[in-house]
């Protein structure tokens, strides 16, 4: 396999980094990476990049990752579609408003629960 270079951008805050570049042929974003710490205060602060990533650089284009074994757990719940490009299987994140009414319907089931 062949080395090959990759511009990317990094966005973070405190131990909470994501790295993406703009693809104009796929069009849309790819997170080519993510690293957080393990601390609760970290992954709270990945969730301010990944809402910001989405609502100010995304916007209305589309998200495609790579389910890796540290972003499984970050976006396997949130496929939209599976494409291949380039050799790689990548998946296509779902919308930000989507997955963020879909988090309330879930918010809204577990309240019902605990509610009885």
């Given at each position: ?69 540290n ?11 599976t ?9 296509k ?24």
């Amino acid at each position: 396999m062949d080395i090959k270079f990759q511009r990317c951008t990094a966005i973070h805050k405190g131990n909470a980094f994501m790295y993406y570049f703009y693809d104009k042929n796929l069009p849309g974003y790819f997170i080519t990476s993510v690293a957080i710490a393990e601390t609760v205060e970290d992954k709270r602060y990945f969730m301010e990049v990944y809402e910001y990533f989405c609502t100010e650089i995304v916007r209305d284009r589309d998200i495609y990752c790579v389910l890796f074994a540290n972003t499984v757990g970050l976006f396997d719940k949130y496929m939209d579609t599976t494409i291949e490009y380039q050799g790689k299987t990548l998946h296509k994140v779902k919308k930000y408003e989507d997955i963020r009414i879909m988090q309330y319907y879930v918010a809204q089931q577990l309240k019902e629960v605990a509610n009885g």
